[in-house]
């Protein structure tokens, strides 16, 4: 076999060695999806993990373990403006037993995602220019408004300080309408 012919088959075994090992490595750095983080809400009116942390893309489901409806709406502390994007409704549930109802989103990038429940909560304008939820004043439940905060981010601490009922999809003994 001549020289160049023997370089030939080496370089053509080293780029097949280098591509796959290109694949491999792609296939390594992609990493499994990441677990979504539950807020469950129920007849309390109220977002039991009603601070959570995730990681960019990170999918953040609202279970509604009540008997009534519930919204989840985005909006701006600063502007008061709601989001368009932010915008959910989760039905209710019968009962224990039944098939829950929920709602997913994912925020590509990292910041703070204001939400409330607008059947039980509406914004309103406080001194000093900041827009907050307010309980309505004709519905039931606890005196507190049915809001929460997402914090979108890479910190460990931060994603490490969930509750641990935020791991879980439907919590038992919960249910309440």
């Known amino acids: 076999m001549s020289a160049t012919r023997l370089r030939k088959q ?33 007849g309390a009116n ?4 009603n601070v959570v942390a995730v990681r960019p893309g990170q999918p953040v489901v609202f279970v509604d373990q009540d008997t009534g409806p519930h919204t989840v ?11 368009k994007r932010f915008d959910g409704a989760v039905e209710g549930t ?5 098939p829950v109802h929920t ?7 990292a910041g703070l ?18 827009t907050s939820p307010k309980k309505r004043p004709t519905v039931h439940g606890f005196g507190d408004p049915m809001d929460g905060l997402i914090i ?13 009922t935020s791991r879980q ?9």
């Not at 109220?46 to 993990?49: A, H, K």
């Not at 999809?169 to 309408?177: S, V």
């Open 152 to 164: 979108v981010t890479t910190d460990a601490h931060l994603l490490a300080s969930n509750p641990a």
């Open 46 to 49: 109220e977002f039991l993990e």
């Open 10 to 42: 080496v370089l053509t075994a080293a780029a097949g060695a280098i591509a796959a090992i290109a694949v491999a490595g792609g296939a390594c750095a992609r990493s499994a999806p990441l677990p979504p983080v539950y807020v469950h809400m129920n």
């Open 73 to 83: 709406v985005g909006y701006n502390p600063a502007t008061g403006a709601t989001s």
């Open 169 to 177: 999809r439907i919590l038992p003994h919960y249910f309440g309408g």
């Open 113 to 130: 995602k204001f939400y409330y429940c607008s059947i039980h909560a509406e914004l309103a304008h406080e001194p000093g220019g900041v």
């Open 103 to 109: 709602y997913t989103i994912r925020f590509r990038h």
């Open 94 to 98: 019968p009962g224990p037993g039944h």
